[in-house]
Structure formats: structure tokens, C-alpha cells
């Protein structure tokens, strides 16, 4: 599957905004799907996950009640909201297909998108 991250940019601490990542080649259902990201300096994290039919969700402790993992699957896009931003959620964003996992480890993501900046401004 071929995965399209975009929607990162500039913010201000406490903006928001909104990771969209488009999936093609396979069929989306096929895959829990996971976001994750990696700052300079500083190992690939898990952010949140979402199941293969997207009743599913979990979260990094560190952005739970802010962040929120949704896909639509008339549109093969993955989601993901960010609130309340904090300078430390600035890193490049990476969403990924997992095809027998639950999105949530990094090492059973089989397909990765390019990954999208996002930068959050004190």
C-alpha cells in the first residue's frame, strides 16, 4: 500500500492541526494503521493506533485527550487531530500500515508514509 502523509506545518502552542494521510494500492481495511514520530535526536515513537475497522483506538500517554486517531474508509485516509499543542510535539509525523499487528510497534509497520513536519512555536 502507498501511503500519502500531508498536513503538517507551523503552529503556535495550544493551535491545532490535522495529519491526513492517504492510502492506496491495497485495500485500506486490510490494515490497523498507527502514527508515530521522530524528532531530532530522538528514537521513532508510537502516537496513537487505530484498527482495521476503526472501532479501536489507543494512545500515547503523552498526547491522550489531545490527539485523536480516526480513518475514513469511503476515502482511504488515516487522520489524525492534534489540540493543545506543545512545543515538544514538534517532530516529522510518519503514519504506517500494519497488516498483522495492531499499528502500535513500529517494527510490524509494513508501509510507511514520507512523514510531515510539524512545528510548534512558545
Known amino acids: 500500500v502507498q501511503l500519502q502523509a500531508s498536513g503538517g506545518g507551523l503552529v503556535q502552542a495550544g493551535g491545532s492541526l490535522r495529519l491526513s494521510c492517504a492510502a492506496s494500492?491495497?485495500?485500506?481495511?486490510?490494515?490497523?494503521m498507527g502514527w508515530f514520530r521522530q524528532a531530532p535526536g530522538k528514537e521513532r515513537e508510537f502516537v496513537a493506533r487505530i484498527n482495521r475497522n476503526g472501532v479501536i483506538t489507543a494512545y500515547a500517554d503523552s498526547v491522550k485527550g489531545r490527539f485523536t486517531i480516526s480513518r475514513d474508509m469511503s476515502k482511504n485516509t488515516l487522520y489524525l487531530q492534534m489540540n493543545s499543542l506543545k512545543p515538544e510535539d514538534a517532530a516529522v509525523y510518519y503514519c504506517?500500515?500494519?497488516?498483522?499487528?495492531?499499528?502500535?510497534?513500529?517494527?510490524?509497520?509494513?508501509?510507511w508514509g514520507q512523514g510531515t513536519l510539524v512545528t510548534v512555536s512558545s
Open positions: 504506517g500500515a500494519d497488516r498483522y499487528g495492531d499499528g502500535s510497534r513500529w517494527r510490524t509497520i509494513n508501509y
Open positions: 494500492g491495497r485495500t485500506f481495511s486490510d490494515y490497523a
